[in-house]
């Protein structure tokens, strides 16, 4: 179960620094009965997003001081970013301390300094890998003990949410070779880590086109394709019909452009999966980056 080429390594390894406060967190090594925890899909944008002062990351800060701010706290957190892409099966992270992964070009170099120390929890890693089955197979997931880490997707959110790092992190890749039903299924199964402290974060984009990205547009500004597309998805959310998410190609060609390719729409049929019928969604960050990324993100429970 391989990363898809360009995908499987990147810089970005802790400094002996970055990894003190993480090491000396006690090891999770099993999940324990809790209230029920929610669950999020993040539109993540631009990378840069991690450590401008705009209103996506002021909204994060927001998020997740209130979440912190529950009476039930998780134990772990359980992302699924639109950066890790494997073919042939499903991975988890399974290492001690995953390395923040800085993949991406052209930035400034105050975003590759950027460091995710949180740490992983290699035993519950092993035990989800059991657990969850293969929509495709029905067989094991497989772990990953050093090839990823956290990726983008991952730590530009978290890094604002939980900026001290002290929740436990897995990431679970999504095999870009099965069909979005499969990829829905597998959300499904992730419902019954939520009563047992685990927070589910999709981190992705309802609508994300970097082709045809105009810099400089306004939070408001999207081309009629974009805004078609998110607003079925929202409909789709605000309804209820969670499962309809996964057709979505059958919109075609707004369909086509809002995703030229599907990776950053996937996220979110994790985290519908996740979701029981009877829980009412809430938006936020409702708006766009360069008129071709839908930055709306929801919280449900």
Not at 99 to 116: E, M, N
Not at 128 to 133: C, F, S
Not at 198 to 220: E, F, T
Request: proline share 7%; aromatic share 8%; glycine share 10%.
């Amino acid at each position: 179960m391989a990363a898809l080429a360009g995908l499987a390594t990147f810089p970005g390894a802790f400094s002996m620094t970055s990894l003190s406060s993480a090491a000396t967190l006690p090891a999770l090594q099993a999940l324990k009965p809790s209230p029920r925890m929610p669950v999020l899909f993040v539109g993540h944008g631009s990378p840069m997003n991690a450590i401008e002062d705009n209103a996506w990351r002021r909204s994060w800060q927001a998020m997740g001081g209130e979440l912190l701010a529950r009476a039930a706290q998780p134990q772990l957190i359980l992302c699924v970013s639109a950066h890790w892409l494997t073919r042939g099966g499903w991975q988890i992270t399974g290492m001690a301390q995953p390395r923040t992964i800085h993949d991406f070009g052209g930035f400034p170099q105050a975003l590759f300094d950027q460091q995710y120390p949180a740490p992983g929890a290699p035993a519950v890693a092993r035990s989800l890998a059991r657990e969850i089955k293969s929509p495709a197979t029905g067989g094991m997931l497989g772990v990953d003990e050093g090839e990823w880490g956290l990726d983008h997707g991952t730590w530009s959110v978290l890094k604002p949410m939980f900026p001290k790092a002290d929740i436990p992190v897995l990431q679970l890749s999504m095999d870009y070779s099965r069909a979005p039903a499969e990829h829905y299924a597998l959300g499904q199964q992730l419902r019954a880590l939520r009563e047992r402290g685990v927070l589910i974060v999709g981190s992705g984009n309802v609508v994300h086109n970097l082709r045809a990205s105009r810099r400089g547009s306004a939070p408001n500004e999207a081309y009629d394709w974009a805004a078609e597309f998110d607003a079925v998805v929202q409909d789709q959310i605000k309804k209820g019909q969670l499962g309809a998410l996964q057709h979505f190609q059958k919109l075609g060609t707004v369909a086509q452009q809002a995703h030229p390719t599907h990776e950053h729409y996937l996220p979110l049929l994790y985290a519908a999966g996740a979701v029981e019928a009877s829980e009412m969604p809430r938006f936020f960050n409702t708006g766009y980056q360069s008129a071709s990324i839908s930055m709306r993100s929801v919280l449900w429970g």
